[in-house]
């Protein structure tokens, strides 16, 4: 298991299947206020930090026993219910001491479109923020079934 977010496993399944991410990039900064001043510089008052941002790249593929048609609505739906849940990869959560993050975002690619037009192969850039607000019930996921993995 490389790690886990919401039930979504990253890594191979015992039954095949794999789910990884690639391009991982995380973005940490600072909120400040830059205030004119009439023939100098302008003064930078420090108002704190940004929440953390942490984008990706996930590839799905039906030869993985990953199909995009189960995948990328699962992903979407992460997103229309703000899902909260901590983004743990490795043996330890992303962010020391707050570790909630949310999907804000997400840009399909369809590499693969078959026959029947379903879509075999895809790519989604995942666009993920550090939550710090109150957790409402209903947000955190239950764990995916299993048998959404053939």
Same mark, same amino acid.
């Given at each position: ?31 400040? %206020?830059? %205030? ?25 593929n039906v030869a993985w026993g990953a199909s995009p048609v189960i995948m990328l609505p ?29 999907i804000k975002s997400l840009g399909e690619d369809h590499h693969f479109i078959n026959m029947w037009g379903q879509v075999e192969g895809a790519s989604v850039q995942v666009t ?13 996921? %239950? ?8």
């Amino acid at each position: 298991m490389i790690g886990t977010f919401a039930g979504l496993i990253f890594g191979a399944y015992p039954s095949g299947s794999i789910i990884t991410f690639a391009d991982f990039k995380k973005k940490v900064a600072s909120r400040f %206020h830059e %205030h004119e001043i009439l023939g100098q510089k302008p003064k930078l008052e420090y108002l704190g930090p940004k929440l953390d941002e942490i984008t990706f790249t996930m590839a799905f593929n039906v030869a993985w026993g990953a199909s995009p048609v189960i995948m990328l609505p699962l992903l979407e739906n992460y997103v229309r219910k703000c899902t909260v849940a901590p983004l743990i990869i490795g043996i330890s959560a992303v962010a020391l001491g707050n570790s909630q993050y949310v999907i804000k975002s997400l840009g399909e690619d369809h590499h693969f479109i078959n026959m029947w037009g379903q879509v075999e192969g895809a790519s989604v850039q995942v666009t993920m923020s550090e939550y710090d607000g109150p957790i409402q019930p209903g947000l955190l996921t %239950h764990l995916i079934p299993r048998s959404l993995f053939k």
